[in-house]
């Protein structure tokens, strides 16, 4: 069984520009949940895709935007980018819910670095 | 809303001794689930101990276990006989049944010493 992967594992942008970052969720998982962990915090939800469709969203503004593919992995695009973006984005995959609630299997993170 | 509260920033513990770290929490729904994850410097979180608010019996995994008190709103997680592999930041989750998302504390770095 494959976990959660992310790519890449480190980037760095400047302020204005646009990023890509991807996640391949773990195998029979239909579920993405993308947080943003900035330095000496707590992750923050930013959005969740179910079956390719947005599935709620936290407290981001609309040039945090994703999409999940027919395989369930799934992009996150950051528009106009801002120093205030720098953190750790996690990806976290999780199937359908028997318990519940949908337990979430974390990716090992991408590093943002906005100069 | 739900709001997660760590209130220790930091913490260290001897190697082989017992360390609890605290957590509140605040929810207006009656079916909700506790998490505690760690995080070490490779940064992957991993799942250390869940437990649903339902069951009134305290939760355990090995050397972790939780002191869940639902009036008082609070899940604290003991580790016992402390291993230098536990050295991480720990974060305390809250999500209700049928929600899309996790609400994180701000963490409690721990380090455990040889």
């Known amino acids: 069984e494959t976990g959660v992967t992310q790519s890449p594992t480190h980037l760095i942008k400047t302020r204005g520009q646009q990023v890509t970052l991807r996640c391949s969720s773990q195998?029979?998982?239909?579920?993405v949940s993308w947080y943003q962990q900035a330095l000496g915090q707590g992750p923050q939800f930013i959005f969740q895709?179910?079956?390719?469709?947005?599935?709620g969203r936290g407290n981001f503004p609309p040039r945090f935007s994703g999409l999940q593919f027919p395989n369930y992995s799934s992009e996150l695009n950051v528009n106009a980018l801002e120093l205030d973006d720098s953190a750790l984005y996690l990806c976290?995959?999780?199937?359908?819910?028997?318990?519940?609630?949908?337990?979430?299997?974390f990716g090992p993170g991408t590093r943002l670095t906005v100069l | 809303a739900q709001t997660v509260t760590q209130s220790q920033p930091e913490m260290s513990v001897q190697e082989a001794e017992t360390v609890t770290l605290s957590c509140t929490y605040d929810?207006?729904?009656?079916?909700?689930?506790l998490f505690w994850y760690k995080q070490p410097p490779s940064r992957q979180m991993i799942l250390v101990i869940r437990?649903?608010?339902?069951?009134?019996q305290n939760a355990t995994e090995n050397r972790f276990s939780v002191n869940f008190q639902k009036a008082a709103k609070s899940f604290s997680l003991k580790i016992s006989d402390s291993q230098l592999g536990d050295t991480a930041m720990y974060f305390c989750?809250?999500?209700?049944?049928?929600?899309?998302?996790?609400?994180f504390g701000t963490g409690t770095r721990l380090k455990v010493l040889a």
């Open positions: 895709y179910y079956r390719e469709e947005e599935n």
């Open positions: 195998s029979g998982h239909n579920t």
């Open positions: 989750a809250c999500t209700t049944s049928g929600t899309y998302k996790y609400i």
């Open positions: 437990q649903e608010a339902y069951k009134q």
């Open positions: 976290a995959s999780s199937g359908t819910g028997t318990r519940g609630y949908n337990e979430q299997f």
């Open positions: 929810t207006s729904e009656n079916n909700y689930y």
